[in-house]
């Protein structure tokens, strides 16, 4: 290959600059060229001035940068034939080959799809928080996610403390709960409210009638948003009637878990996997995600991150019970 395609999609997530920077600066050593589609999907249907072409100096100063410098979006024409149909136009008429695209789960749908039609090859970088993409023991961006969780939730404790009141911290998390239980084992948080783990409220209500019996001056729970009970806010509002006496306060974080600067360990991770997306495209590989695990850089066919379901770790959902007694 002569000439490749970069771009973000979906949600932003903490490291996408560094993977996007090690693309590229990859391509150059390679003496291949590489262009930065602006805008995901969407960019590549709108083509003209969504395709830019990248240098060593273009991503010079990002790796430290939180976000997207070639910026994302969600395209509903893309999931359509005729928008497909004009995305291949456009990077047929710029003469690109391949592609490295860095998102989850819809980016690589999409990428599949693109290549069963029009037999554009595509390697994925993993970049979302939730690191729930199978193939990959950690996401681009996930680090960042639970320290920007954690650094929020000491700072609630304090107030917690001080105050003697149970807080409800909601992360992100709609159908995994990675965030909330590395968020809970790190912050100290006395329980968490997961998606993967199914319950009644009953359960709940007897944990702080347990609570109160004990005389904790205060308690911390984190909840993922997409858990059994509905998100944080419905919960505290639950437990408010239904508990005598009991008072609590939610506090929701949201999409600050998507922002910041990368931490250490993303900006290398992310490294690693722009790297190893390059090197695995200009070797022939296609429609795979390359992931890193057990410290190597191995690759998943898009297939099998998309739809294997990534489990939580069973040790650390008994280290939640084990710490907090």
């Not at 395709?51 to 410098?69: D, E, W």
């Not at 069963?116 to 993993?126: C, K, R, T, V, Y």
């Not at 107030?159 to 239980?181: N, P, Q, Y």
Request: contains cysteine.
């Amino acid at each position: 290959m002569k000439k490749i395609a970069v771009f973000t999609s979906g949600g932003d997530s903490p490291g996408m600059n560094a993977c996007v920077r090690a693309v590229v600066r990859t391509c150059m050593a390679q003496n291949v060229d590489v262009v930065g589609i602006m805008q995901g999907y969407k960019g590549m249907i709108e083509g003209g001035d969504n395709f830019m072409p990248l240098s060593s100096r273009s991503v010079g100063n990002i790796i430290q940068r939180g976000g997207t410098i070639l910026k994302s979006s969600r395209s509903k024409a893309f999931m359509t034939p005729e928008g497909r149909k004009i995305a291949y136009d456009n990077l047929s008429a710029e003469g690109i080959e391949g592609i490295i695209c860095i998102g989850g789960n819809g980016t690589f749908t999409g990428a599949e799809k693109f290549y069963n039609e029009f037999g554009i090859p595509s390697i994925g970088a993993p970049g979302t928080i939730d690191n729930d993409l199978y193939g990959t023991d950690l996401t681009i961006g996930f680090d960042t996610a639970i320290n920007t969780a954690v650094e929020a939730i000491d700072k609630i404790r304090d107030t917690a403390d001080s105050h003697g009141r149970v807080f409800f911290v909601e992360v992100m998390g709609r159908d995994t709960g990675f965030i909330a239980l590395a968020a809970t084992i790190a912050g100290g948080a006395e329980s968490v409210l997961l998606p993967e783990v199914k319950g009644d409220h009953t359960k709940l209500i007897e944990f702080f009638r347990g609570r109160q019996q004990s005389k904790k001056s205060f308690s911390l729970v984190v909840v993922a948003e997409g858990n059994f009970e509905g998100g944080a806010i419905a919960i505290s509002s639950m437990l408010n009637t239904e508990i005598p006496g009991f008072e609590s306060r939610v506090v929701i974080l949201g999409h600050i878990q998507r922002g910041g600067s990368p931490s250490a360990f993303d900006r290398v991770l992310a490294s690693k996997l722009g790297y190893g997306a390059v090197n695995a495209l200009l070797a022939g590989e296609k429609n795979k995600m390359v992931g890193l695990i057990n410290n190597k850089i191995e690759l998943t066919p898009y297939i099998d991150a998309i739809t294997i379901k990534k489990e939580l770790n069973p040790d650390l959902l008994a280290l939640v019970d084990i710490l907090n007694n």
